[in-house]
């Protein structure tokens, strides 16, 4: 059982930045592929990012690359999201997700076990 606990959300200007982190209970973190999604008003949760278990694999959807960067580290338990050049569609609660894997990636909702809790992150324009 692995419990997620996300933080970091608020509200930001456009044009500002934000770090979410996701801190993971138990002592296996190391082997699991992690992810971001977020669920804007009206829609449907989408994946944002996702990193493999050992950091060395990561992927970002297209309206988020270069602005983006998700990173882990495995000692301290915790996978991060660093949101630079934030826009209004940026807004959203934003999800961390754990899934044990080999050394992939995934990118599909339903391919998680574990899911947190959420943070809301709000860019005013």
């Known amino acids: 059982q692995v419990q997620l606990v996300e933080s970091g959300g608020g509200l930001v200007q456009a044009g500002g930045s934000l770090r979410l982190s996701c801190a993971a209970s138990?002592?296996?973190?190391?082997?699991?592929?992690m992810g971001w999604f977020r669920r804007a008003p009206g829609k449907e949760r989408e994946v944002v990012a996702a990193?493999?278990?050992?950091?060395?694999?990561?992927y970002y959807t297209d309206s988020v690359k270069g602005r983006f960067t998700i990173s882990r580290d495995n000692a301290k338990n915790t996978v991060y999201l660093q949101m630079n050049s934030l826009n209004p569609e940026d807004t959203a609660v934003y999800y961390c997700?754990?899934?044990?894997?080999?050394?992939?990636?995934?990118?599909?909702?339903?391919?998680?076990?574990?899911w947190g809790q959420g943070t809301q992150v709000t860019v005013s324009s």
């Open positions: 997700a754990a899934v044990k894997s080999g050394t992939i990636y995934y990118i599909e909702l339903k391919a998680y076990d574990y």
């Open positions: 138990g002592r296996t973190f190391s082997s699991y592929a």
């Open positions: 990193i493999s278990r050992g950091g060395g694999r990561t």
